[in-house]
Each structure stands twice: as C-alpha cells, then as structure tokens.
C-alpha cells in the first residue's frame, strides 16, 4: 500500500474498533450521528486521496453483476415467499414515512458506502494481499456487528450457541463475500447485493415469523450459490481449462432440496421434527425417538392427544389426560405416560406449539447423544424444576 493508503487504512481502523465499543454506552448517538458522518467524511476523503487515479480493470464485471442482480432477486423472492406459509409478523423498523427515510440514510447509506470503501482499500493493495484482505474482512465484520446487542444476548452462557448462528456467521458470510466481490468486479456487485437485501428489509412492513436460525441460512447458502454460478461463468470464459465446469443448473435441484430439508427440520413448516430427549413417554416414545409436530389450534385437541407445548427454554410432548374451560380459555393438563404425576403447568393457547402426527423410533438418536454430552441434564416436568 502507499503510504496515503497505510494513514487512511490505519484511521479507519482505530475508528471501527472504538465506535464498536462506544456503541455500548451510546448506541443512538453512534448509530444515527456519529456513524453517518464519520462515513461519509471517510469515503470523501478516500476518493480525493487515492480513487481518481484507479484505473482497475475487471474482465468478469458484466457477468458476475448479471448474476449478483439474479441473486439477489431470488433471495428476496424465496425469503419472502415461504412467509405465505409460516406466517408474517410486523417488522421490528418504524413503518412511518420520517421512521424509513431515517432508516434508510443510518443503515442503507451507510451500507452503501462501507462496500465503497472496501473496494477502495481492495484495489490499493499490491503487496501482501492475502494478509491486508483479511484485515480488510475483519474490520468490515466488526463494523456490522451489533456489540451491544451480542454482549447482551450473550449474558446468558446458554445463549452462546445461539450468538454464534445470529450474529457471527452470517455477518461473516456476507462480508466474506463482498470482499470476493470487490475482488472480482469492483464496487457495484457487492453494493447491489448488500443493499439490495437491506434495503427491502427496511421498507416491506412486514417480515416471515421465522426462527433466526432461517435468515442465517439464507445469508450463508444464497452467496455460496452466487460464488459457485460465478466462477462457473469465470470458468467458461477462461479459454485454458482444466476441466469442463458443471452447470448451475445442475445445482439448483441440490440447492432447493437441501434448503427446504435444513427449513423443515428448523421448523420453518407447518410440520417439523423433534428429538425425544427424555423418557417421560416411556413405553411407546423413547429417547432419541423422532416425532412429526404438526401445527394445530386448542379447541382441536381432544383428551388422549400426544402434544408439544413450550416451557421457560424447552418444549414438552406429552398426553393430553384432562381438558378444562377456564377464565383465560381452554386449559390442556397433561401427563407423560412414564410419569407418576401430571404436569405442574396447564398447556394455554399460547404455549401449545402443535399436534403429534407420526413417530420414526431410533431416528433422532445421535443428536440425542449429543445432546447428553453437551447438556448431561435432565428435566423435571412434574415439579416445573
């Protein structure tokens, strides 16, 4: 790098690693100040410093911008069309007029401008490139990580694993390939990737009742895809090859079933599967047993039904023994048939998550194992311990 580049690198560094703590103290003051600012103050000073005399050359540009508009088209498309059948909640961000346009110049913008610069800092390096990259990666994933919120989340030692899917992985993911982007066709692709997706996520009013775990999935298998149709079309066009590539059409089948199996088994359907981890449904469901859950209303489930319902940070399957009509609804009260004594808590409308449908026994046993030796603790049901 010149030794310009090495002075704005070294300040934009120092920046992204103090406003990600200072965050902490004064989220809003960074978020919707500070931060629009400072970035729009780098990016000038960036352009005036070293941009005007870049004089990059891409090969690949037009296909590899052809396939991140495909992309990211499909993303929204795919993402927004399994709401028809999960369901659709409001979205967290403000619906107001004032409410988007702020939104839109505090995240999209600054979105927007962050891609601008990582581009800057790719196309500056000459030396050591593989090292800078990484840098470069690290302090783009930095900036996008919402620090408050993951240390708050991750208070509870439980919650951990759950930091690690939300936050962690798909961040990472994204900005891994944005640097690839940058790399390959410069500025405009990985913009239009990561605004685009932001972008209908702050405008559209709602949003599908996922768990986090889905977005997640999106966010890591919907660029591998991109990755792969570019280098096929790289691969193409390169006239000494090794081996003929394989066609993204052949991959497409591959990529649906194994995204529609990953959503199923998360719960993403009307239906889902879940482990038996205990034997409280013992002789007929043991542990590691897997069970199809279907969703299912209150006033449907008769005396004699098997189903699940949610406590404080696990669900319970068990027998339905007793239906009662109180002052808040309809009442299950339920009992393990391993059990000697029904369950302490009544299952309400609000804590029933579905219906039993079918039983597959010994299916789920290794990822009961695993959860014996992760956890190695059992739950009491009957005293709500």
Known sequence: ????????????????????????????????????????????????????????????????????????????????????????????????????IINLFSILMIVGIKEYIRNLLMNEITLHKLFYQLIILFLF??????????????????????????????????????????????????????????????????????????PTLFDVLIPLFTYLVIRYHISKKTKYKIEEPVKPSKWIPIFLIVLCLLMFSLGAFSIKPIVILTGSMKPGINEGDLLIIDKCEIKDVKVGDIIEYSMDRYTVVHRVIRILNGKNGIELIMKGDNNLQEDKKSVTEDTLVGCFRYHIPYLGYPAYLVHQILHNQTVDVETGR
């Not at 970035?39 to 005399?53: E, H, K, P, S």
């Open 141 to 214: 994933f930095l900036s996008d990580l919402n620090v408050s919120l993951i240390i708050e989340t991750a208070k509870d030692i439980n919650n951990l694993f759950d930091v690690v899917l939300q936050f962690i992985i798909p961040i990472l993911s994204l900005n891994i390939f944005a640097n690839y982007l940058c790399i390959k066709s410069g500025f405009l692709s990985s913009f239009i990737f990561r605004v685009g997706i932001i972008g209908v996520s702050l405008i559209i009013p709602i949003v599908p009742k996922y768990d986090f775990i889905i």
């Open 1 to 100: 790098m010149k030794f310009s580049c090495k002075v704005y690198f070294f300040f934009l560094s120092i920046y992204i690693i103090s406003s990600s703590f200072l965050n902490i103290f004064h989220k809003d003051l960074i978020a919707y100040i500070l931060n629009p600012v400072i970035w729009i103050l780098l990016a000038l000073i960036g352009y005036f410093v070293f941009y005007r005399n870049n004089k990059n050359y891409y090969p690949y540009r037009k296909e590899i911008l052809y396939d991140v508009i495909i992309s990211t088209i499909l993303y929204i498309i795919v993402f927004y069309s399994f709401g028809f059948k999960v369901g659709f909640s409001n979205n967290a961000y403000s619906k107001e007029i004032n409410g988007i």
